[in-house]
């Protein structure tokens, strides 16, 4: 006969992993399933976390090795998986992988976001040639050159202060004349004496030959283009949900968020959500955890009714 799972957990970052270790804790039968094989998601692109409380400054990569030793501590481990569709079968889930079908009596969603695209002429042509979405794995790369980061949000200050240590100039370009970015992260950025800020900057094309040689920008007030010549570009515009795989099975908001409060239930009874791809006010390491724990406790109650 088909096994049946108590629980399956889709996604490794924060709230995978959180969700993994109270399930765990209260012995549900659980699978565990992340497509990349690694567990802290976004944050092992992240260089460094200062507000995960108690371990200030920690690394990205740190703090998502951390998390997936504690999981293995209580006995449980991503499978490697990628996971191409959940269908709603007699009230169970069922979970098709490349590899497998999986049968649970329900699903927690922990599936994060991805890096949103400029979507520009030569973004796509020169993505791996210059451009790139991750500072803390490509930065390297650009040792002693001059760089542009676009967005004004956390990411792209943290990413132009990374790279203003390693990087001859930086120019962060943002499309307004504010920052959305936390304040104490400003105040990093603009003390940093190698990066220009392009305030009111469109972008408006990646040029380059067979690499990148720069960035055409329009300024929004005055229409001028300007052309930044660099190495490379780290676009840094926010994220979108990773949430395709089941659109049609729970309600999302106009951007594709799956719509639930704190307890992660969505509109399918079985399927929770937590993490980035629920809507939410703040998106940090520190709520997607709390999500974790959130759901499994949602789904313990479900489980007892059904
Ligand atoms: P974000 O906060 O959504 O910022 C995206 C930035 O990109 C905004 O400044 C936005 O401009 C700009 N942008 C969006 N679309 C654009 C376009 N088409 N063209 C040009 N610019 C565009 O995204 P994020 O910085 O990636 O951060 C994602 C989430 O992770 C946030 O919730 C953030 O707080 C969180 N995070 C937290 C930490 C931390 O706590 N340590 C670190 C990193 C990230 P506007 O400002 O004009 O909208």
Redesign the pocket.
């Known amino acids: 006969m088909t096994e049946i799972y108590d629980l399956i957990i889709l996604g490794a970052g924060p709230a995978g992993v959180s969700a993994a270790i109270y399930a765990s804790r209260a012995m549900l039968k659980t699978l565990w399933i992340d497509n990349k094989c690694m567990t802290g998601g976004?944050i092992t692109d992240?260089y460094?976390?200062?507000?995960y409380p108690g371990m200030p400054g920690v690394s990205g990569m740190d703090l998502g090795e951390a998390f997936g030793e504690h999981a293995m501590k209580l006995g449980i481990s991503p499978a490697c998986e990628n996971v191409l569709s959940i269908k709603e079968e007699g009230g169970e889930k069922v979970i098709y992988t490349e590899k497998n079908e999986y049968r649970t009596k329900a699903v927690i969603l922990a599936l994060g976001?991805s890096h949103?695209k400029?979507?520009i002429p030569g973004e796509e042509t020169f993505s791996g040639s210059g451009v790139s979405y991750c500072a803390t794995c490509d930065g390297a790369f650009f040792r002693n050159k001059t760089v542009i980061v676009?967005?004004?949000?956390?990411?792209?200050?943290?990413d132009a202060i990374l790279l203003s240590r390693m990087c001859e100039k930086v120019y962060l370009v943002?499309?307004?004349d504010a920052?959305?970015?936390?304040k104490i992260l400003q105040e990093r950025l603009f003390a940093c004496s190698n990066v220009e800020m392009v305030w009111n900057g469109?972008?408006v094309e990646v040029k380059g030959d067979e690499r990148v040689t720069g960035l055409l920008v329009r300024n929004k007030e005055t229409g001028e283009e300007r052309m930044l010549a660099a190495e490379g570009i780290f676009i840094?515009?926010?994220?979108i949900p990773n949430t395709w795989l089941v659109k049609d099975l729970v309600e999302t908001d106009d951007r594709g968020y799956i719509v639930a409060g704190e307890e992660g239930i969505t509109s399918a009874p079985g399927i929770f959500v937590a993490g980035?791809a629920r809507t939410k006010m703040?998106?940090?390491?520190v709520t997607a955890v709390s999500d974790g724990a959130n759901a499994v406790a949602a789904v313990q109650e479900y489980l007892l009714h059904i």
């Open positions: 976004q992240t460094e976390v200062d507000n976001a949103r400029l979507s676009i967005g004004g949000g956390n990411v792209a200050c943290e943002h499309r307004r920052l959305r970015a936390d469109e972008p840094a515009v926010g994220t980035d703040l998106r940090q390491v």
